[in-house]
């Protein structure tokens, strides 16, 4: 069931690429007619900066998480905080790489079928039009798994906080004594009274 939770997840990184990818390769009005027909910067520029872009977010949403609990768990030292699970964000990674590749190749060789151009299948990938589509759908999924660790990291603090209030309210709770308000003095004067005499009766 979590897992098809990931299917918007994926229709959106194929959205942002394709809007990406057609803005890139659209010739730029201010270049010259020489550098229009080449159509958008290269690959290896895209590659750099969205791959640099994706590792500044990604290291910046895992760090501020991690932060946070960290804070937490110190007013709290009796709390186990969670741990970052780095190799969720990597499998996370992969899966997410490889399903919005597919996604997008597909979903691009359906417009060229209804089109009329025709099913290339994977070949969109490798494209003229497409050709920044590989590296910008890993940094959209790059930054996406590192958001995604980030949020199930604070969640797992929540969800801890969550368990010991509950383990507290179910607990049995031990009565309280009640106060004793008698006088402590009380037995000490008693003896003083039990010895004392009254008057002698008249003969």
Not at 16 to 21: D, H, K, Q, S, T
Not at 168 to 176: I, S, V
Request: with cysteine; glycine share 6%.
């Amino acid at each position: 069931m979590k897992r098809l939770l990931w299917l918007p997840a994926v229709a959106v990184l194929v959205l942002v690429a394709r809007w990406l990818c057609y803005a890139l390769a659209a010739p730029s009005p201010l270049a010259g007619p020489l550098e229009a027909s080449v159509g958008g910067p290269r690959t290896v520029v895209v590659t750099l900066v969205s791959l640099a872009l994706a590792a500044g977010v990604s290291v910046f949403a895992v760090w501020i998480a991690a932060l946070g609990v960290r804070e937490r768990a110190r007013l709290r030292p009796e709390r186990i905080a969670p741990s970052l699970r780095l190799r969720r964000l990597t499998l996370r990674f992969a899966g997410l790489y490889a399903a919005s590749s597919f996604a997008f190749a597909m979903f691009e060789s359906y417009l060229h079928w209804r089109a009329g151009i025709g099913f290339h299948g994977l070949s969109c990938l490798v494209g003229p039009v497409h050709r920044n589509a590989i590296p910008i759908l890993g940094a959209l999924a790059l930054a996406a798994a590192a958001l995604a660790e980030a949020g199930a990291h604070v969640l797992a603090w929540m969800r801890a906080v969550v368990r010991e209030l509950l383990r507290r309210r179910l607990a049995p709770q031990q009565p309280a004594a009640a106060p004793d308000f008698r006088d402590r003095s009380l037995p000490r004067i008693a003896p003083l009274i039990a010895r004392t005499r009254g008057p002698p009766l008249l003969a």
